[in-house]
């Protein structure tokens, strides 16, 4: 079951916003938006905005990326970017860029990885996913993305 979201070439996106982050590539967004739920009309509930259900201190930490021509201290900012499925992933991206790192010590960064700090957060990421539901549902969910 593949996660239908709009095509993006990350290389093209990452280029132009000078950012570069290992193994984050249109493969691993896709998957991570599928074990976010990846509802493409989901505007704000619960502290949660968008197809990756992005929060506001995700969004600060990633340096507040908005749309273009937007002010990221405009107070609709955060909310409108991370509805914005290429916004969202501008904001992913940085955020990747500043947390990023081998979170279950195999030695590589990987998508693995990334979907370990969007469920733990930048800082906590390395504790195992099997320690609650949400996380087992998540890996369940990952696990179905990467292979199909």
Sequence with gaps: MKCQVP???LGFLSNVLGIYVTNLNENCI????HVAGCDLSHTCSDGYCGP???SRVYWVD???PTLPDDNPDRKEAYEDCARDYYCSIKIIENYMARFGKDCNGDGVTNCYDYMMINHHGGRACSSPLFLSQLGLRRLKLFQQCRFN
């Design 52 to 54: 990756f259900y992005i």
């Design 7 to 9: 095509v993006l070439i």
């Design 30 to 33: 896709r998957c991570l938006c």
């Design 62 to 64: 990633a340096g507040k």
